[in-house]
């Protein structure tokens, strides 16, 4: 078998689409471990909707795909029945494009898009930090922005966005998102009493019983989460920069292509 190629039918491909990266890798849905070696290819500047679905194209060209594994997609912005319906952190032209559309015509295959929170926070609750959590879990994804999901027994709700709810006056991504700690070069102390507020409301309006934390930063969870007080056990998200990939996967395998055997069906 050569380095990039799936093994079995209960593959899924999953791309992660990024402001620097695009990266992709088969993933097998039993384990929610890359089947192959990950392939990154850098975004595109301008990263408009023709540049990203060439080079998805020229991504999954590097791998011997079965013709009919489910591809899933992440983007950071809403993703509304495969429209990008916000641009936080992208470029601006993807507004109003259906993300489906755009990479299924240039691959010649259907494609599910998915907001990048939802499709991480997915991947946590199958196969990673929550895995064996019943009940509501947060997961977050601290970066450039806040990305949100909640999943309850196995269900994403899509899109919840609340890395924009507005605490004390702010959008509260652009006070307790680890880019607003580097703008502002906060020290950890100071960043997590922004945590602290932030993390607090969330578990006075959803009362989670679990908050996953992932990001780049998460890497660094001893710094700060042992600060935070908060009801819920709060841990650091276990697959990493993988999570994407996975849930992209994952979703798509679940919601269209028929797989055997992809847990949580
Ligand atoms: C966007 C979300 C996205 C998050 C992480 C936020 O600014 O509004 O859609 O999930 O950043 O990329």
């Given amino acids: 078998m050569s380095a990039h190629t799936p093994t079995a039918a209960r593959t899924a491909f999953g791309i992660d689409i990024g402001g620097s990266g695009i990266k992709g890798a ?20 301008p990263a408009t909707p ?22 899933g997609v992440t983007f950071p912005a809403v993703v509304q029945h495969g429209v990008a319906r916000s641009a936080a952190n992208v470029d601006v ?29 997915y991947a946590e609750t199958l196969y990673g930090a929550a895995r064996s959590t019943s009940g509501v879990t947060f997961i977050c994804t601290l970066g450039t922005g806040i990305g949100t999901a909640i999943v309850a027994d196995g269900v994403l ?77 709060i841990v650091p998200a276990q697959l990493r920069n993988a999570a994407g990939i996975v849930g992209a996967a994952a979703l798509a395998a679940r919601a269209g292509t028929p797989v055997a055997g992809v847990k949580g069906d």
């Fill in 93 to 121: 032209s993807w507004i109003g494009t259906n993300i489906e559309h755009v990479l299924g015509d240039a691959l010649g295959r259907p494609v599910l898009a998915v907001n990048d929170a939802d499709a991480a926070g």
């Fill in 50 to 71: 023709g540049a990203v679905a060439e080079t998805v194209v020229e991504l999954v060209r590097r791998f011997d795909l079965p013709g009919d594994a489910p591809i």
């Fill in 26 to 45: 088969p993933v097998d849905l039993e384990t929610g471990e890359f089947a192959a070696e990950r392939v990154r290819i850098p975004t595109p500047q």
């Fill in 157 to 233: 709700v899509p899109n919840l966005e609340l890395g924009h709810l507005e605490i004390d006056g702010h959008d509260a991504e652009t006070r307790a998102s680890d880019a607003a700690r580097d703008r502002e070069d906060l020290d950890f102390e100071q960043w997590a009493e922004r945590l602290q507020r932030y993390f607090g409301v969330i578990e006075d309006l959803f009362w989670p019983d679990l908050i996953v934390v992932g990001g780049g930063v998460s890497k660094h969870h001893e710094k700060f989460l042992p600060l935070l007080h908060l009801r819920a056990p």
